[in-house]
């Protein structure tokens, strides 16, 4: 209703059918598996909505993992001997067998954190991946710290078979782990 250059702009907005407001309301909100798309669905009409939400659960996917600890007093005397985990706090994915053999389900890159409390200085504990030492991995009791723990990230195989190990026992060098703690743990955690 105005100029070219000085507009003046009216506005007819029609009512609704029966001249009442339309309403919005929510309904439920329900958790959906993580990774998956976020929803919204009316269950009500065009006029009396009624929206359910539905919200992805964070992260994209779940982590493999395993933690597995001892707490009962070992000795251990001969080399390269596996270091018995009978405790399992939680595994996803990650399993141990009766022999404290570890297993993973996926290949992939993983964080492992290790350790023992031991009674005994000059000992060696090392991560060992289908039997082998790892050396990169071995660390050694000292008598200013009994407590021996350390971490790494390795890429390992759907197929690899992990272990903690006394590297260096023997009868004149015995591993004796501590009592009435957790004396010997190994904690393992998809990366991927």
Known sequence: ????????????????EN?????????????LPAGSNATVTNVGTST?????????????TSTDSGNFLSRTTATYSSNNSIITLPITLNSDGITINANSVISISKSGRYLINYGI???TTGNVIGIYINGINNTNTNLETTPNDFNTSGSIILDLNSTDLITLGAVNASSSNPLTLQNNTINAHITIISLD
């Open 1 to 16: 209703s105005g100029t070219t250059s000085n507009a003046v702009l009216n506005f007819v907005i029609p009512r609704g």
């Open 117 to 119: 409390k031991s009674t």
């Open 48 to 60: 009396n909505a009624i929206l359910n939400f539905g919200i992805p659960i964070g992260g994209t």
């Open 19 to 31: 001249g009442t407001a339309a309403t919005v309301n929510v309904g439920t909100t329900t958790s």
